[in-house]
């Protein structure tokens, strides 16, 4: 995928005012309209324009993609590194399903879910939503032994606002979160009155934090499900043997059944996440082979692929 550069696509510095940045937009997108427009490339460069002017126009989107973008040119391969906008606290605003047609994947890599149609709406209509203030969302990292103790953390998060001279800054603010214990990849935690406040006297609006997990060294988690991947010595899976196995609560004794092979899937159950129904641990073994890096170990080596005649291409027939 391609990154785009959205400050030389409209043609301003990336320190422009969001007035300077729509007055650069409404040129060239007079210039490059295909009704009027006589250039063959007229309507990708118009369409260029609209998804630019999508993001710069938008405070939100533009110091999230500020985030990141100094660091690449146009045209530069680019995938979004994992978790970007993790810490940013948006309000929601955003294009609609209908508009996705006309953005490039780059677009909808980075704004395809925060940024269409919003999080959520509040029940009640728009009488409801012109009483209360806007809510807030935000993705934040937790460790994941977080979700199996409960506990109370400081967050920093960055929201975007226009300065006097029309120039989008960050503004920090601190939150004590209690996360509690159980707590799933992707769930929501409702801060209530932590959103906007409300412009015609009414409650302020909430701010939801979504849940994700920091990457682990040792486990990775689908739903529920804790998967480990555990290091064992030939011989422990050829003889069997008890091990001991790390669990995000503590080293447990695992047993190793005889003839193990890598990749056997040992489930030790409710061991995963905390749940009324708690999910499961699963220990994959992997096979360690030591190294041959002394003369008795080579000989060792060469005893076995002796007395063994053992074959692993066997059943490929070769």
Do not use: C
Request: hydrophobic share 35%; aromatic share 10%.
């Amino acid at each position: 995928m391609e990154f785009k550069d959205y400050y030389e696509i409209i043609g301003v510095k990336r320190d422009a005012t969001q007035q300077e940045i729509k007055r650069a937009y409404r040129k060239l997108a007079r210039k490059y309209h295909p009704d009027v427009s006589k250039e063959a490339d007229a309507e990708q460069k118009f369409k260029e324009l609209g998804e630019a002017y999508e993001v710069l126009k938008d405070p939100e989107k533009r110091a999230a993609y500020d985030q990141f973008g100094a660091n690449y040119k146009n045209g530069q391969d680019f995938n979004p590194p994992p978790d970007w906008d993790a810490g940013f606290e948006f309000s929601g605003g955003g294009y609609t399903a209908g508009d996705a047609s006309a953005f490039s994947d780059f677009f909808e890599s980075l704004f395809g879910q925060q940024f269409r149609g919003g999080y959520s709406s509040h029940a009640g209509g728009a009488h409801y939503r012109s009483r209360q203030g806007e809510d807030h969302h935000a993705k934040i990292l937790i460790d994941l032994e977080d979700a199996f103790t409960g506990a109370s953390r400081s967050i920093s998060l960055q929201a975007p606002e226009l300065d006097q001279q029309g120039h989008v800054v960050t503004r920090t603010r601190t939150l004590n979160v209690n996360i509690p214990r159980g707590v799933k990849q992707g769930q929501l935690i409702r801060l209530a009155g932590q959103g906007s406040p409300s412009m015609s006297g009414g409650k302020a609006g909430d701010l939801y934090l979504e849940i994700n997990f920091k990457p682990h060294p040792f486990y990775h988690v689908e739903g529920k499900d804790i998967y480990l991947d555990l290091p064992v010595a030939i011989w422990e899976a050829a003889l069997g043997a008890t091990v001991k196995a790390p669990t995000p609560l503590g080293a447990v004794d695992l047993k190793i059944p005889a003839g193990s092979t890598a990749g056997r899937k040992m489930r030790l159950k409710g061991r995963g996440i905390p749940a009324k129904t708690p999910g499961d641990l699963y220990v994959v073994l992997q096979l360690a082979l030591p190294p041959a890096n002394t003369e008795k170990a080579r000989e060792l080596y060469r005893k076995m692929e002796k007395e063994l005649a053992f074959n692993p291409r066997a059943s490929l027939g070769v």
